[in-house]
């Protein structure tokens, strides 16, 4: 597969901190690559690094085969950015700011229009194109932001949180747009905090935490490196507490929890969990509404690799 992004030994550092610690992967063509990690971990110095936006203390950055430099012109014009924070000009309708951002790299009028009426519609903004920024959703608002990025065919997109704080049919707009972008070409670097998304987007997944990649792969292949193997989740009322201790004795079981009538048992190993549980609950007696079991998912990676913490 081609290299769109090659990122060797990266190192950024702040008198004591090393925000990037020796950093090295590939973005391939045509894929969309998750950038995943939580606040503090390098993901957006990560980012400000490739698109030249900062210095770097070493290493080597190259994008479509050539080295990144903050006066690479042809190389930016096939980029495309949405960062978190949505940046729009509130004195511009929605036609116009996404003609201003499409105008910065494509000067061909007739070409530029094109451009801007296809990234209306891959965003569904049809009905609002002469709406100025204030009287737009925040789902709206993300659409747009979205558009002003995309709309002079970047064949390399960056794209920050994009879905946060809209609503799900927002949401599902957006996701249902970046897949078409995949479909149609371009290869795609994205962060999130949301790991559905993950799982409905990416083709690889990074995961990075002071600086460096604590693992990478598809989201099945780190569902491998969960130490679980399998919850299993029971409603049933008034539980004694004597059977949490019963459970908890047992070999193949991690940890035992019950809270608000649901009690989750999560086990070390096995694949026959949820049959030793329904024998367990018929042998004590205990009579349960609901039974279901659920193998480990990327969100019980993820806090397995970074902690439970709370971070700023």
């Known amino acids: 597969m081609k290299n769109v992004i090659e990122v060797d030994k990266l190192t950024k550092e702040y008198k004591n901190l090393k925000a990037i610690d020796n950093l090295s992967f590939e973005v391939f063509e045509g894929e969309i690559l998750g950038l995943l990690g939580p ?18 203390s070493s290493g080597k950055i190259k994008i479509f085969n ?15 950015v949405v960062f978190q924070d949505v940046s729009v000009f509130d004195e511009l309708t929605v036609y116009e700011n996404i003609e201003y951002f499409c105008g910065l790299y494509i000067k061909d009028k007739n070409i530029r229009k094109k451009c801007i009426e296809e990234a209306i519609e891959l965003v569904g903004l049809e009905k609002f194109k002469k709406y100025y920024p204030k009287q737009l959703s925040g789902g709206l ?31 599902n707009n957006i996701l249902d747009g970046i897949k078409k972008l995949r479909d149609n070409g371009a290869t ?47 409603e049933v009322d008034n539980l004694d507490h004597k059977y949490i201790s019963k459970l908890e004795e047992l070999k193949n079981i991690e940890m035992v929890n019950y809270d608000s009538k649901i009690l989750m ?47 700023d």
Not at 39 to 55: H, Q
Not at 212 to 221: D, Q, R, Y
Not at 271 to 278: D, F, Q, T, V
Not at 286 to 309: A, C, M, Q
């Open 265 to 311: 048992v999560t086990y070390k190993k096995g694949k026959n969990n949820l049959i030793e549980m329904i024998e367990f609950l018929k042998d004590n007696k205990i009579h349960y509404n609901k039974i279901f079991s659920e193998r480990p998912t990327l969100n019980d990676v993820f806090l397995e690799l970074t902690g439970k913490e709370l971070r």
């Open 188 to 234: 795609i670097a994205y962060t999130t905090h949301y790991m559905e998304e993950v799982e409905i987007l990416c083709d690889r997944v990074i995961i990075l935490d002071k600086g460096k990649i604590l693992a990478s792969g598809t989201c099945n292949e780190l569902k491998e490196l969960a130490k679980i193997e399998e919850k299993v989740t029971v």
């Open 66 to 80: 050539q080295e990144m430099r903050p006066d690479a012109n042809d190389i930016k014009e096939k980029i495309g």
């Open 39 to 56: 606040n503090g971990s390098g993901k957006s110095t990560t980012i400000n690094c490739l698109l030249s936006l900062l210095t770097f």
């Open 141 to 171: 608002l993300r659409r747009l932001n979205i558009a002003c990025g995309i709309a002079h065919k970047p064949t390399l997109i960056f794209l920050d949180e994009p879905t946060v704080a809209v609503d799900p049919q927002s949401r």
